[in-house]
């Protein structure tokens, strides 16, 4: 079985600050990686993936993660957030063996940035 | 870019009432969607996946007579909780994969059963 861990539940942040944002996976086979974001009201969307190749990945508005397979880790940084970037960030993890394309969500990590 | 329609996207009802949410894959087909709940504070917890033409497969511990799915075309999945209760209110979201990410999210639907 697959799970996701997140240990920052709520972050608070001023602007200009640097983020990271921890992520770790517990799955014994390749792993596809992702991080959704959730703004107030809004669906879950996409910020960035990792399947294979270069472990850093560059995603939307300025975030990137890294993949260190040695750490099951998969941290999501920035290094100046907005206040536009207060959300909910999701870690999640997809096995690829057998897991078809069912994601494993972490509980999720709540992100305030304040003026 | 591929778009997940749920409706509705809010319900209220009494206890005993039976409540379906559709979902609805608008520009592209999908012959799995999942169906997702959403506690306060907590994770998305997958409930189920819903295959086209077949039954669906419910994660363990969701009650399948509790949690009806039907797949019945390519762009459409429904979810009927039957006869609500309390415990039951939540927020329920849909997906469907996608070509270059697995999912793309419905907008979720806010179910409160008094």
Redesign the interface.
């Known amino acids: 079985a697959q799970s996701?861990s997140q240990h920052n539940?709520h972050v608070i942040l001023s602007e200009a600050a640097s983020l990271e944002l921890g992520c770790n996976y517990s799955y014994g086979g390749t792993v596809?990686l992702?991080w959704y974001v959730q703004y107030p009201g809004?669906?879950?969307?996409?910020l960035l993936?990792y399947f294979s190749g270069d472990p850093l990945v560059k995603g939307i508005k300025g975030f990137e993660a890294e993949f260190i397979k040695s750490k099951f880790s998969f941290n999501l940084r920035k290094p100046s957030v907005q206040w536009s970037d207060t959300a909910e960030y999701?870690c999640a993890v997809?096995g690829l063996t057998g897991g078809?394309?069912?994601?494993?969500?972490?509980?999720?990590t709540q992100l305030k940035v304040e003026l | 870019g591929a778009v997940v329609s749920q409706h509705p996207s809010r319900v209220i009802c009494k206890s005993g009432t039976s409540v379906k949410i559709e979902c609805r894959s608008l520009d592209f087909q999908a012959t799995t969607m999942f169906w997702y709940r959403q506690f306060p504070k907590q994770s998305l917890m997958l409930m189920a996946t819903s295959n086209e033409g077949s039954k669906a497969t419910y994660e363990q511990g969701v009650e399948k007579d509790k949690f009806l799915i039907n797949h019945a075309s390519l762009t459409l999945s429904t979810l009927t909780v039957t006869s609500a209760h309390p415990e039951d209110s939540s927020f329920y979201i849909c997906s469907a994969p996608g070509d270059n990410q697995p999912q793309h999210f419905g907008d979720g639907t806010r179910l409160s059963i008094l």
């Not at chain 1, 809004?42 to 996409?46: A, I, Y």
């Open positions: 996701v539940h596809n992702f809004q669906h879950l969307q996409l993936k999701f997809n078809g394309n069912k994601l494993t969500f972490g509980t999720g």
